[in-house]
């Protein structure tokens, strides 16, 4: 199957998804400028942290991500559209057969080549559309913390005081 009919099957098959297990939605906004947390698929570690109040006056947003291609593409746009952002907190379960936390570490870690593919991510399709210009400038201007698999409230909480403590 070549390449471009594979990628439009994946594609329908992620749009159905949408319709058949909605999921409300799918980030909170907070009260701080310059941290910002991914809970990866953790929908109820999600909704437990939007509810916390002294995380949320902390944080400019979290929220989820489920994809390796497109939901990197929107949190390095949203990124980029936030110059104060400066870190992000990665937590919660991996997406099984996605594996978007690894991609963005990767994507942070590597880049992309010249084709749009993540270097190094082990993802089945970590293809982005987004420009080699962003990428660069989305890897200068945010520092990941990797909590993978955390879902502990006190070690993202801890995470955020440090990194609190270190504004300017």
């Known amino acids: 199957m070549n390449t471009t009919l ?3 099957l994946k594609n329908v098959a992620g749009r159905l998804c949408e319709i058949l297990i909605p999921v409300k939605l799918g980030y909170f ?3 701080g400028k310059s941290i910002a947390i991914c809970t990866l ?3 109820g570690l999600l909704r437990t942290i939007s509810n916390i109040d002294d995380i949320m006056g902390r944080i400019l947003i979290i929220g989820r991500l489920l994809s390796e291609n497109k939901g990197i593409d929107k949190l390095i746009q949203f990124t980029l559209n936030e110059p104060e952002l400066r870190h992000l907190i990665i937590c919660g379960k ?3 057969g996605h ?3 690894q991609a963005l570490i990767s994507l942070h870690k590597n880049g992309m080549d010249d084709v749009g593919r993540i270097i190094g991510a082990v993802s089945p399709y970590p293809f982005l559309i987004s420009s080699q210009e962003d990428i660069k400038s989305f890897r200068t201007q945010i520092t990941i913390h990797n909590l993978i698999a955390c879902e502990n409230i ?4 801890d995470t955020i005081l440090s ?3 270190m504004r300017p």
């Open 99 to 101: 594996q978007s936390g």
């Open 6 to 8: 594979n990628w439009k």
């Open 41 to 43: 698929s953790s929908l």
């Open 154 to 157: 006190e070690t993202i909480r």
């Open 29 to 31: 906004i907070g009260e």
């Open 163 to 165: 990194l609190d403590i």
């Open 94 to 96: 991996e997406v099984k």
